[in-house]
T-cell receptor, first 114, second 111 residues
Framework: KAGVTQTPRYLIKTRGQQVTLSCSPISGHRSVSWYQQTPGQGLQFLFEYFSETQRNKGNFPGRFSGRQFSNSRSEMNVSTLELGDSALYLC?????????????FGPGTRLLVL | AQSVTQLGSHVSVSEGALVLLRCNYSSSVPPYLFWYVQYPNQGLQLLLKYTSAATLVKGINGFEAEFKKSETSFHLTKPSAHMSDAAEYFCVLTGGFKTIFGAGTRLFVKA
């Protein structure tokens, strides 16, 4: 099976712009979670989608949003970018998103905000 | 409240020496615990997980971890370090629809 893919891998934006990141889960997986990884804050949970519905959300401002399509692919959007949004954004998929399941991570999208 | 604490942001061992990475957790619900490894510029890869079936869990690449409820710990060990083990390791707690990552421990392996 192909793994989790994320596009683009690298991105440079300027403050105030918006950005959309894409994640394609492993075939058959219906749960997709997004994480932000920074040197200062470590790995933080953004949100989780299952069957096109957001089931869980972390503690991030409303500038961070996401969606999931009927084929389980997911996108996350960050509007009005700030310097502090520079990070590695990881997406992970699992079959149904239960606590006991392994999450399979993509390689991440590295976002640099100038 | 749930939390994960990894003791030591950096651990350095010699090649062939024992690897011990410490993880303590706090959870108000039965926890599921995972260890993931992250190599530079890559995503996270599962090493092993505890799902209440057995307290001693064996994973990939010779790693294992023991769940100790009385000590609220889930330490990761490997008898003999290899250069290829140099990476960052994350202890992860799930339960109650939350996924909580430890701060990570970067493992250095000296030749």
């Amino acid at each position: 099976k192909a793994g989790v893919t994320q596009t683009p891998r690298y991105l440079i934006k300027t403050r105030g712009q918006q950005v959309t990141l894409s994640c394609s889960p492993i075939s058959g997986h219906r749960s997709v979670s997004w994480y932000q990884q920074t040197p200062g804050q470590g790995l933080q949970f953004l949100f989780e989608y299952f069957s096109e519905t957001q089931r869980n959300k972390g503690n991030f401002p409303g500038r961070f949003s996401g969606r999931q399509f009927s084929n389980s692919r997911s996108e996350m959007n960050v509007s009005t970018l700030e310097l502090g949004d520079s990070a590695l954004y990881l997406c992970a998929s699992s079959s149904t998103g239960t606590a006991v399941e392994t999450q399979y991570f993509g390689p991440g999208t590295r976002l640099l905000v100038l | 409240a749930q939390s994960v604490t990894q003791l030591g942001s950096h651990v350095s061992v010699s090649e062939g020496a024992l690897v011990l990475l410490r993880c303590n957790y706090s959870s108000s619900v039965p926890p599921y615990l995972f260890w993931y490894v992250q190599y530079p510029n890559q995503g996270l890869q599962l090493l092993l997980k505890y799902t209440s079936a057995a307290t001693l869990v064996k994973g990939i690449n010779g790693f294992e971890a023991e769940f100790k409820k009385s000590e609220t710990s889930f330490h990761l060990t490997k008898p003999s370090a290899h250069m290829s083990d140099a990476a960052e390791y994350f202890c992860v707690l799930t339960g109650g629809f939350k996924t909580i990552f430890g701060a990570g421990t970067r493992l250095f392996v000296k030749a």
